[in-house]
T-cell receptor, first 108, second 112 residues
């Protein structure tokens, strides 16, 4: 069992749909990260969370520390949102453990 | 601020050859990481440096992989000799406590 579990693995949506990607982790964290990876390979940091909720544009990230669960939401999805979204937990020593990623495809 | 710079972007070599990757982190970021990402999987930590010291290299295949960060800034990762299973994207990242992580664009390595 992975220490960081994401669901779904693959997600296809129509432009404009509301999207949710889920992440569960098995041990305590110092922070939870949501990352975006485009086909070229580079990774962009979207959010770093230790509690509550953060919003940036059409992206919203939430975390429930007690349930060890986080979600990434995309409102009014657009084809340019198509990418792999990766959840990663940070533990002491600034160590990241990554989930397997969710491949999102948004069709026009 | 400039991002994390990596080179080369792509590399194709034959098995048993050697290869080296270079990373220049964000100025002031004390911690530098090398990750290996096999297609369809999440990144896996190979080695973590704090300044020029190694914090964690428990998952680095030391019989063939080596890394250094001599002056606490740039870092190089070397594979010698390469195997087919080393085909992956090699990502460098740097961080500063409380400020999150910044990733480079990665080097896509293909072993033929």
């Amino acid at each position: 069992k992975n220490e960081v579990e994401q669901s779904p693995q693959n997600l296809t949506a129509q432009e404009g749909e509301f999207i949710t990607i889920n992440c569960s982790y098995s041990v305590g964290i110092s922070a939870l990260h949501w990352l975006q990876q485009h086909p070229g390979g580079g990774i962009v940091s979207l959010f770093m969370l230790s509690s509550g909720k953060k919003k940036h544009g059409r992206l919203i990230a939430t975390i429930n520390i007690q349930e060890k669960h986080s979600s990434l939401h995309i409102t009014a999805s657009h084809p340019r949102d198509s990418a792999v979204y990766i959840c990663a937990r940070e533990t002491s020593g600034s160590r990241l453990t990554f989930g397997e990623g969710t491949q999102l495809t948004v069709n026009p | 601020e400039a991002g994390v710079a990596q080179s080369p972007r792509y590399k194709i070599i034959e098995k048993r050859q050697s290869v080296a990757f270079w990373c220049n982190p964000i100025s002031g970021h004390a911690t530098l990481y090398w990750y290996q990402q096999i297609l369809g999987q999440g990144p896996k930590l190979l080695i973590q440096f704090q300044n020029n010291g190694v914090v964690d290299d428990s998952q680095l295949p030391k019989d063939r992989f080596s890394a250094e960060r001599l002056k606490g800034v740039d870092s190089t990762l070397k594979i010698q000799p390469a195997k087919l299973e080393d085909s992956a994207v090699y990502l460098c990242a740097s961080s500063r406590e409380g400020y999150g992580y910044t990733f480079g664009s990665g080097t896509r390595l293909t072993i033929v």
